[in-house]
């Protein structure tokens, strides 16, 4: 009987919501989409995502659904290359284009927290030295005052022992967004991380300034001093800018776009 | 009273001083401020500023003013972009255009230090450690010979406890003003940097030079030898030549030009 | 007799041997020949190459033969530089054209590795700490997973006593593959590396991520803390995928073919 | 009498031997010319030089002079640029044009050195750490070999006391390639290094092996095992080769030129 129910609702999904969703494309989803092609752009210019990793954005009129890329390397995404998913994870309009293997790190993120409408998942060489040791990543700077309440580890061999690493499925998606808890950033063991926001130029500002942080950092305990690091209540009052990447979005979105 | 009085000056400004300053739009303004957009979009291809992060040169005929960009990232700053502003951090022609939040630490240091004739706000990632660390930064060779005599450290708590870490206002622009003293630069903890200097070629030279010596001081001390650093009487030698950034400013200004 | 012999077989070789060869310029063979030549810019793009170092691939049709190029920077290679090559190091179809002093590193491995079919020999400066300590290069993330069974180091001063480090004829190329054993990389004491693998975009996409992760490996162990490795075993799982870095190296080909 | 007869050599340089020397513009000295105006690009292109730092080549018909660019960046150098300048570090055809105020270090190592052709004075970034450490800089790798009989450090404070670090004199030269010996490296607290080789190609090959050795030197260290270096005796097998740099120059040359 289950399997007729998700026979039957992906059928309506296939008769009913799409023709919905292509309604929707109204000039609002347009342009998350044109701002989901600069972001993987962007994050491909700077380093942050190679050949590998993605990012997405929660749908402007359904809280339940995310666009993302379709399989491919961020650097060549375009419009066309945008599919929408549930947060199942299963694509509604794929169209015959295969989905990341690992677009449960999105769909379990977007069920568990209501706040966050923007993901990337990224393997930045920065950010490994920190999943794999027992040093906590911490905010150096202003810049970086999303972390200062803490960088929780998702360590996958927890939650499911001896796997390939990789976040295959909803269940490890479940651990992974539950590792996360309320936090901005967290780190995966032996694999990357993955970080969130409230909008596309908030999570790709989080992401290029979490890289940059994390550099510092490793410089910082090379001075071998003491340091010190942004006060959980600096970052608070820091963070109450709702925009505070928009400057360097303008910029970033216009190197990729000219 | 004082509002009013405040208003009367501001009306003043408007109908007197602004065609003083446009009549002062003299060869040696304009030169400037071609320099101060050569002077953005240099330090931004030597990576000393990304999008955020501003520099600023004393009004060449009224030392009581300072030009300074509006708000915007520095790569794409042009000749239309540069606002005049007074000792107090207000625009005196912005016509509508915004002006840096931080504009303070240039109005106040300006004040403080009549031998400045050229400032850089910046939060260049190399420099980060050494304001998070009790490892001070120290002068590895010539070409930064102008921090031999010392680099303090801004802590913005010491001046005003819990903030969000930015110089909002006059106030905490006079407690930078007066942690940087005398000296060339003064690091500010959890956030940056301000380099000045007695011109824009001479501020662009100490910023770059700046970043790459705080690289080679920490590879320095990550051999785990003794090191030494250049000795202040060295340096006051190495100081006397009032050009020393001249044939890097002519490259500079060369390669953001073509 | 033997010169004799070797003479003999020598004009065969040109006779006999040639002709097939060229009969055998199918298809196969100039996909693989433009896959070479492509691999060659990549790494150079990369900067696992600089002028020096190589790449070759087994003869898809000749099992005992290897295509490698001319003597020249990885960088200019085009498909007129590549040679066919024989396990004895010797080209087959010169015509003039002058191999590479180390291409015994090739023929050795080729011949002691039937499961072999791409070779890297660089010289990727990452690599070299790891080759002059006895501290060992680890797998710190599921990119570089195939390291995770360890990383021999080839002394040269064991197998041939005071040298000028190059790897000059058959002995020594058999000493490197006999230190290689069936693992995916050799380094190479105070000279560089060796990366083998079952194809070229497999070959190209190990040697980029082992240079990504020897500096992570070196960002993580400045950290100070205590840190973890891949498992073996989940290393084992994560290599099932025969066809790992295929999103790269459609990416990378791409973009040196444009 | 002595400044009557200084006139008098310069009268007869500027009426005789400027016109040899013109005489000279042979294949051989154009040749050259080109090779040292692409060295100065090359250098600039591989970050071994910035706007500052120098390269020289002995004249091929003169041993008692050498071809050294007017004071100016060497990114920028053209052929037009290049000066011919005595031992003494005097232009002998300067024709209004300013040198380098550091022209010493060339010309007293010439004069030290016959087996030296071509020198680079450099400020990179990665030589500095070792020329203000009591950490000796040692060749990793066999790209290197050409420092495997030690790096003497010049300490112009030993020579002189307090100056302002540059080299601006004959005797601060002759100091300079007093340190320097008969190696092929110096190193010069607080301020660079000076690399010596036989041949335009090598030196500039030297200098930028040199730089990534540096970089490799740090990293190894900072692995925290127990390293090892080139054997001398290894080096002196690998120097055998005197066109080592070849192919690289080759390379470089096609950059810089096309």
């Known amino acids: 009987?289950?399997?007729?129910?998700?026979?039957?609702?992906a059928l309506a999904s296939t008769l009913l919501v799409q023709p919905l969703v292509r309604a929707q494309q109204t000039p609002a989803l347009n342009d998350l989409t044109?701002?989901?092609v600069?972001?993987?752009?962007i994050l491909a210019m700077e380093n942050v995502l190679d050949a590998m990793g993605h990012v997405s954005v929660r749908h402007p009129a359904r809280p339940d659904r995310f666009l993302l890329a379709r399989s491919m390397p961020p650097e060549l995404v375009t419009a066309n290359d945008i599919l929408v998913l549930?947060?199942?994870g299963n694509p509604v309009d794929a169209g015959g284009r295969t989905s990341y293997l690992e677009r449960f790190i999105h769909s379990e993120i977007y069920k568990a927290r209501p706040d966050v409408n923007a993901i990337?998942?990224?393997?930045?060489p920065s950010l490994i030295p920190f999943a794999d040791s027992d040093v906590p990543l911490r905010a150096m700077y202003h810049m970086a005052a999303f972390i200062a309440d803490g960088v929780p580890v998702f360590d996958i061999r927890q939650a499911a022992g001896m796997t390939d690493l990789l976040v295959r499925d909803a269940r490890l998606g479940k651990a992974l967004a539950s590792?996360?808890?309320n936090k901005?950033?967290?780190?995966?063991?032996?694999?990357?991380?993955v970080v969130v926001a409230t909008s596309?130029?908030?999570?790709?500002g989080r992401s290029v300034y979490l890289d940059l942080n994390a550099r510092v950092q490793i410089q910082t305990i090379a001075l071998g001093g003491k340091a010190t690091y942004v006060d959980p209540a600096e970052a608070r009052l820091r963070m109450a800018d709702p925009n505070e990447y928009a400057r360097a979005w303008d910029l970033w979105k216009r190197r990729v776009t000219r």
């Open 34 to 36: 044109a701002d989901l």
């Open 179 to 181: 590792s996360l808890g």
């Open 86 to 88: 549930d947060l199942d």
């Open 1 to 9: 009987m289950i399997e007729r129910r998700t026979f039957l609702t």
């Open 184 to 193: 901005s950033v967290a780190l995966m063991r032996h694999h990357g991380a």
């Open 120 to 124: 990337v998942h990224c393997h930045t």
């Open 200 to 204: 596309i130029p908030n999570v790709v």
């Open 38 to 41: 600069a972001a993987n752009r």
